[in-house]
Structures are given as structure tokens and as C-alpha cells.
């Protein structure tokens, strides 16, 4: 009898187009369909890079509230009209767009001037409505590569400049995946698995190529964590002594000054211990440690059992009342 798992059929294509696509493995041993499907959606969707806005630098506008004489829309209409763009980035370097329009006109994503490194895919995207003669857009925008979804407030501070709005940048190529499992019949067996996988992406990359490349990520993934690497405890205490150097100690030091910090009514300790150290202006970590178990003893509605809950709380982070 033979114990060993048939492997499956490479992916076939049941239909694609430059957007969307729909393809098949087949004869997956029974449960893979699933095992397979799932962890290829979520790769899919989470691990393809893409490009998308993630600064914009408008001429005479501090903050996204505004409003631009002329223009019909408001500053934040246009940042997520901006948001929409597709753009395809032939280089991991940031890239400087800008769009500058006079005049009364509808303005739109083939008016955006981008360097040769990026390709605006969608150039019927509307932008602005200039209702005004004298009215005017002049601005810059930053599009970068990136992996998901990343909120504006994670952006690094020191990169952007003086006047930028930051924005949310959604980085992933991919709009849909998903996939569906079927029972097909291989050999005298009816229960082995057909996988249906369907994606759609926003047009920077094939439907294929998001397959293929999804393929090659778990694969890769999965190569890295075969075998065991045995370390013996010997060695594994040397490295870490290796390891511990000024940089970490500097870290430690830091995490410690910022404990001592915390206040005490964050650590869980009964409201009754909480407002007798209140009372007698005890307020964080570093001050309760400070005291000696005589002076806390005098403090007003502290007793026995609130000396047990400091010294348990104190005890949790290697620290001791001083002697």
C-alpha cells in the first residue's frame, strides 16, 4: 500500500484578463484544498509590494481642512481622490510627482508630470474642478513602495517635510482574493481537493503574477525553516553575553528610568493602598521605591496588608524598598 501524499497539478487558467483571474490546482490530497487556499489568500493580500501616495505638498495649504479658492473641492476631497491613483514605481526609491493647472478646467491623473522611474496607470482618474479663471492647484505628491496597509500616523516624522499632509497608504496591488475547495475524484478516491483561487489587482501586476509571486513567498518561507539548529546551552548564554554591549545596556537603562516613571494607580494595586499613597504623595513606581518599609508603615491607611500588596508589586520587577 502506498503511504506517500500524491502531489498536485500545477495551476491551470479557467479565465484572466489584465485585472482579474480565476485558476485551478488540482488532485490535492484530501484537507489541502484548505491548508493550501487559505495560506496563499493571505500571502495574496498581505505580502505583494505596491506603490501608493503617502505625502502631498499643496501650495498655500497648511492642513487637510482647507479649502482652495476656486477649486470646487475641498483639500480633502483631492487627498483622497489622490489616494485612488495606480501607479506602477520601476525603482524602491521614493518618487516626487507634481501637478500644476491653471485656469478653468476638470483636472485629472493624465495632468500629473511623473518621472520616468513611475507610470500612472489610471490617468482618467478625476482629481480637481477648477471653476475659477484665476484658480490655481500647484502641488507635489511622494509615492513610495510598501507591503499592506499603513496607517499615517506610523509614517517616520524626520521624512516629511515642513507643509506635507501625510497620508493613509493603502501599498497592496491586490483589490479581491479569495478561493473555493471541491471534492474531484483521483483514482478509486472521491475525497481529494480541487482549489479555485480567484484575484483581482488594481493593475500594477497581472492576476498571474500575484499567483506566482505568492507561490515563490511560501516557498521561500518554508525552505527557511527546514531543519533544526542545535545550540547548546553553553553557547547560547556565550552569545548572549556577546550580544549584551553598550547599546543594549544604554536600552535598559532607558526602559528602567521610564518604569520608575509609571504612576502607581496603574499597577492594579486596591484603591485603598492606591489612595493611601495618594495621600501621603506617593504617586509613581520611582517614589514607592525610594521609601523605607518604617516610612510607608507611618503612611495613613496603609496597614499590614497593603505593606504585603507594595512589597508583591515591587517584587514583580527585581526592585526592594531601601534599607
Same mark, same amino acid.
Given at each position: 500500500m !502506498?503511504?506517500? +501524499? ?31 487556499? %487559505?495560506?496563499?489568500?493571505r500571502?495574496?493580500?498581505?505580502s505583494l ?14 492642513h ?25 514605481? !520601476?525603482t524602491?526609491? /521614493? ?19 511623473? /518621472?520616468?522611474?513611475?507610470?500612472v496607470? %489610471? /490617468?482618467e482618474?478625476?482629481?480637481?474642478s ?8 500647484n502641488?507635489?505628491?511622494t509615492v ?7 496607517q499615517?500616523?506610523?509614517? /517616520? ?12 497608504a493603502a ?6 482574493? %479569495? ?19 480567484m ?11 500575484? +499567483? ?19 545550540i547548546?546551552?553553553?553557547?547560547? +548564554? ?13 536600552k ?24 493611601a499613597l495618594?495621600?501621603? !504623595?506617593i ?41
Amino acid at each position: 500500500m !502506498n503511504h506517500e +501524499i500524491v502531489l498536485p497539478s500545477q495551476p491551470k487558467v479557467i479565465r484572466e484578463d489584465s485585472l482579474s483571474g480565476v485558476y485551478e490546482i488540482d488532485g490535492l490530497y484530501p484537507g489541502y484544498g484548505h491548508t493550501l487556499g %487559505n495560506s496563499l489568500r493571505r500571502i495574496i493580500l498581505s505580502s505583494l509590494p505596491g506603490a501608493a501616495v503617502t505625502h502631498v505638498k499643496i501650495a498655500g495649504v497648511d492642513h487637510e481642512f482647507s479649502a482652495i479658492n476656486g477649486i470646487k473641492e475641498d483639500v480633502i476631497t483631492i487627498l483622497l481622490n489622490l489616494k485612488k491613483l495606480r501607479i506602477r514605481l !520601476n525603482t524602491d526609491e /521614493p518618487q516626487t510627482l507634481s501637478l500644476k493647472i491653471k485656469g478653468v478646467r476638470q483636472v485629472s491623473a493624465k495632468d500629473i508630470d511623473a /518621472p520616468g522611474q513611475a507610470e500612472v496607470l %489610471n /490617468p482618467e482618474l478625476h482629481i480637481a474642478s477648477l471653476t475659477d479663471k484665476n484658480a490655481e492647484i500647484n502641488l507635489e505628491m511622494t509615492v513610495e513602495k510598501g507591503l499592506g496597509f499603513v496607517q499615517k500616523e506610523a509614517s /517616520p516624522k524626520d521624512r516629511v517635510e515642513i507643509g506635507a499632509i501625510a497620508l493613509d497608504a493603502a501599498f497592496t496591488p491586490i483589490r479581491r482574493a %479569495n478561493y473555493e475547495v471541491e471534492n474531484m475524484r483521483v483514482g478509486d478516491r472521491t475525497d481529494f481537493n480541487r482549489l479555485r483561487i480567484m484575484v483581482e489587482t488594481d493593475g500594477t501586476l497581472s492576476p498571474r503574477e500575484a +499567483i506566482e509571486k505568492s507561490i515563490t513567498l511560501m516557498i521561500e518561507q518554508l525552505k527557511a525553516i527546514v531543519g533544526f539548529k542545535e545550540i547548546s546551552e553553553e553557547n547560547i +548564554i556565550k552569545k548572549e553575553d556577546e550580544e549584551v554591549g553598550d547599546t543594549d545596556k544604554s536600552k535598559k537603562a532607558e526602559l528602567d528610568a521610564e518604569l520608575m516613571k509609571t504612576r502607581i494607580d496603574t499597577f492594579g494595586l486596591s484603591s485603598r493602598t492606591t489612595k493611601a499613597l495618594a495621600n501621603a !504623595n506617593i504617586r509613581t513606581l520611582g517614589g514607592l521605591a525610594r521609601k523605607k518599609e518604617a516610612d510607608l508603615m507611618d503612611v495613613d491607611g496603609l496597614g499590614a496588608k497593603g505593606m504585603q500588596e507594595i512589597k508583591k508589586l515591587l517584587a514583580q520587577y527585581g526592585i526592594s524598598l531601601r534599607q
